[in-house]
Each structure stands twice: as C-alpha cells, then as structure tokens.
C-alpha cells in the first residue's frame, strides 16, 4: 500500500487521528479533514486513490459527496463509515456508488483489510486497463480503459457500479449469476440482505439500455435464481 494516498472525511478528530495513524503506519499518504465541503474541495483539487467517508459530517453529508462524485464520472473508491444502527444509510450509499462499508464502532484491523481490497482492485483496475481490450455486443461498444460506452455510436452515462455490473455481465453472456455473487464479484462483498442494492442498479442500467436501444433485451431475469446477460448475442474482443 505504500505510495498510496488516501483522504479521511471524518468530523471526529479522534476517529480522525486513529485512522491517519494506522494509514501512515503502512506507508501510505494521507490527509484528514473534518468538513464535507472541505472535503469536496480536496477530492476536487489533488489525485487520491481511496477516500474514507463519514456519512454524518457538517455542511455536506457523506451521502452527498458520494452522489457529487458519483454524477461528476469519478470513479475514486469510497469506504463508508456508518453508524451501526443506520441501516437505511448504508443501503443508500451503495445505491449512489460507495464500494465498502464499515459500522461504528469498528475495528481498526477490519477498516485496514477493506482499504487493502479497495487499494488492491485500484491496482488491478488499472493493470487490467493498460492491456484491455474494447467489447462489442449487440450494438454496445464497451471500452474498458476508458470506461466508456456507446450504443449505437452514441456514449450513454452511467455510474460506476452500472459500468462494473455491464462489463461483468457482457464478458460472461449465458451465465447465471444469483444476487450474493454478484454483490461479492461486483462489490466486493457477500452479504446477505443486500441483494436489493443489486436489483436497483440492474433496474438502472436495464432502464439505461433500453433507452438507448429499446429493441434488445441486454439482461435478462433468470426467475428464483439471478440475472443473465442475453447469450443469443455475439461477443468480440477488439483490440
């Protein structure tokens, strides 16, 4: 993890200091700031590559910031921080693109394991970049590197997690994939009770695809088991 830099958005300077402490232990560079605009301002201005996100802070929520990001095509890994008996909280932040979460009060060794992963799948995001190649299928062009994709020559917006599940979906047609594996293969997690947090993002994308090509059904609903991408559909790796 050394050479990383991370950003801690946490209105509790003791929380604060704990985590800049254990993130510097492992060489990593970071910052703590207390403030949700601050915060945005700082996400804004320099490269991180993970931030740690309190949801309850002064001036603009985590919840906020997430969505602010989200709609600006920043793809940056967001770790959650959120109160234990919160639940609503939770589910929203991975509705509007968080990758991990992790309750108060918490382990100091559990918040370090999930910065690894995320850390991790930032490094493997971008080896798997460098030596991509675009998909075609159907009429979606999918350009991993760039994160970019088109229907019918035309570029249609979508978040992360909508970009994450697509590619997912396309580079496997005819697989069945039920809901926890596609929270523990998407996400980066398998917990049980989160499987509508999948089903609002497949809504979403499907709803996205459609619009763009109304004619295809991309993803299709395996009923009591999960999704499946179309497999009458070709597939073609282009380089």
């Known amino acids: 993890m050394e050479g990383k830099r991370v950003l ?12 800049i402490m254990h993130l510097k232990d492992r060489g990593i560079d970071c910052q703590h700031v207390q403030d949700g605009r601050r915060a945005l301002v700082e996400l804004r201005r ?44 939770r589910v929203l932040g991975l509705e509007i693109g968080a990758d991990d979460y992790v309750t108060k009060p918490f382990s100091v060794v559990e918040v370090m394991a999930r910065v690894h992963a995320l850390l991790r799948r930032v490094d493997l995001d971008r080896q798997k970049a460098n030596g991509s190649a675009s998909l075609r299928i159907g009429n979606i062009w999918i350009d991993e590197a760039r994160r970019r994709v088109e229907v019918h020559s035309k ?24 809901r ?16 509508h947090t999948v089903n609002s993002h497949i809504n979403r994308l499907r709803s996205k695809l459609a619009q763009a090509d109304g004619d295809i059904e991309y993803i299709i609903t395996v009923w009591g088991v999960g999704y499946k991408f179309n497999d009458t559909l070709s597939l073609e790796h282009v380089a």
């Not at 249609?156 to 697989?175: N, S, V, Y």
């Not at 926890?180 to 499987?195: A, H, I, K, N, S």
């Open 180 to 195: 926890v594996q596609l929270l523990d293969q998407v996400w980066g997690f398998g917990y049980e009770g989160y499987e």
């Open 46 to 89: 320099a490269h991180w590559d993970l931030v740690i996100l309190d949801l309850r802070l002064n001036g603009v929520d985590g919840l906020e910031i997430c969505r602010t990001l989200r709609q600006e095509g920043n793809a940056l890994p967001v770790l959650m921080l959120t109160a234990k008996s919160s639940e609503l909280d």
């Open 8 to 19: 801690v958005v946490e209105d509790e300077p003791d929380i604060g200091r704990l985590l």
């Open 155 to 178: 570029t249609i917006e979508l978040t992360p997690k909508e970009f994450d599940l697509l590619l997912f979906f396309a580079c496997a047609p005819g697989q069945v994939f039920k």
